[in-house]
C-alpha cells in the first residue's frame, strides 16, 4: 500500500493544490486503495495487486489538461517514479544463475567429451551438479511465484508496460529453451548411465555433436541473455546492455571451465592433452570469448535497450 | 493504450462517455464502482485505465452531462456522480450515432 500512496504522490508532485486537484487526489487515492483491496481478497499476492493497480492507472497528464491544469515547470524535471520494482536478496543472488550455470556446465562437459573422448555423454559429478543447480533454481522459481520477493520502488508506466510485453514475449522463449534443455540433458543422462557410447569418430557423426553443441551453445546464451533481461528490467531498465550481459556470461562461461581444468595445470608437459589443452583449447576459448565480447559492445550501438 | 486490449482505441476513445454514462443511467454512483461495473460488463474485455475513466468524468461534468456531489461510502468521502437530463439525451444521441456506424461497417464485414 504505501508503494501506491508513493505513486500517487509523486504523480502529484508539482501540481497546483486547489479544491479541484485535491477532490481528484483523494478520489484517486480512494479508488486504488478499493482495487488494492479487492484484488487482495481475490487472492492476489501484495505484490501482484500494487502492479496491477499502478498498471492500470494510465496517465495523470491526460486528466489534467481536461481539468486545465498543468504541472509547475520545476516539477516537470524532478517527477519521475522510476526504479526497482523487486528486492534483490542473497538467495535470489544465488539461486537465481544456477539454471544458466546448469545449462553451461551441460555444455561445456559435453564439448569437454566430445574433444577429448569423441563421446557424447558426461560424468557423474557433472550429472549432479547439474541436478543440484536445476533443484535450487526450481526452488527460488516457486519461491518467486508464491511471492516471497519484497517489492520495494516503483516502475513508470511505460516501464511497467514494458516489463509486462518483455515478460510475455520471454516467456515463450524460455519455455522452449527450458524444454529442449531438459530433453538434452534426460538425453545426456541416459547415455551417461546405461553406459551406451555414441562416437563421433566416423567423419559423418562429428557434424551431428557439432550442431548439438552448437544448440547448446545458442540456448545457453539465450538462457543467460533471459535472465540478464530479466534482473534488469526489475531493476534499472535503462542500464541494460547486450554487453553486459556477455561480460556474465564469459565469466560464468571462463570460470566453469576454469575449475574444470584446473587439474590441466598437474598434466605433464609432452602429455598430448595437456599439449591440446593449452595451445589448442583454451586459447580458442579465450579468443571466442574475447571475441563475442566486443561484438556484443559494438552491437549496444544498434541496439537501443531500455534507453531513454 | 493497454497492452492486454484487443479493441481498437481509436474506437473505444469514441464511447468511453458513453460507457460512462450507460453506469449512472440507472443510478448515481462513484469512481471505483463505475469503472469496475465497465469490466464486468464487458466481461474483462476492457479494463478502463484510472485516468481516462477520471478525464472522462472531468469532460462529462463540464458539458452539463453528470453532476457531482460528496457522499460517504464504507466509511470513506466520495465524489458521487449522477446523470442529468442533458446527459440522457447525449447518451441517447451516442446510442443512435452507434447504430447507425454500426450498420454502416457491418456492410464491409464478411
Known sequence: MDTIMNYIDSMFSGIPENDATRRLRDDITANMTDKYEELVSDGKSENEAVGTVISEFGN????????????????????????????????????RPAAPVALMILLYRLIDDWYWEFRFGIDKTSIALIIICFAAYSIYALLRKAGKEKASVLLTDEDMERLKAHQAKNKKISELVGTAGAIVLAVTIVLSVTGVQII????????????????????????????????????EPGQFTVFKCTVRFSIYWLTIAGLYNIRAINMLDGDPRFELFM????????????????????ADSFIKFGKR | MGGENLISSDIIRGYTDTMILFTVLDGDSYGYEMSKRIKEITGGSYVMKETTLYSALTRLEKNGSITSYSGMHDGRKRTYYSITEAGRACYAAKCGEWELTKKVIDSFIK
Not at chain 1, 523487486?86 to 543472488?93: E, F, G, Q, T, Y
Not at chain 1, 595451445?279 to 559494438?298: E, G, H, K, M, N
Open chain 1, 60 to 95: 495523470i497528464d491526460e486528466v489534467l489538461s481536461e481539468m486545465g491544469i498543468s504541472r509547475t515547470a520545476k516539477a516537470k524535471k524532478t517527477a519521475s517514479p522510476v526504479r526497482v520494482f523487486v528486492k534483490r536478496n542473497i538467495v535470489s543472488l544465488i539461486a
Open chain 1, 200 to 235: 563421433w569418430y566416423p567423419a559423418g557423426s562429428r557434424l551431428f555433436a557439432r550442431i548439438i553443441i552448437l544448440f547448446m551453445g545458442f540456448m545457453v546464451f539465450m538462457r543467460n541473455y533471459h535472465d540478464c533481461l530479466d534482473i534488469y528490467m526489475g531493476r
Open chain 1, 279 to 298: 595451445y589448442q583449447f583454451l586459447p580458442v576459448t579465450l579468443l571466442i570469448t574475447l571475441a563475442a565480447v566486443f561484438v556484443s559492445y559494438v
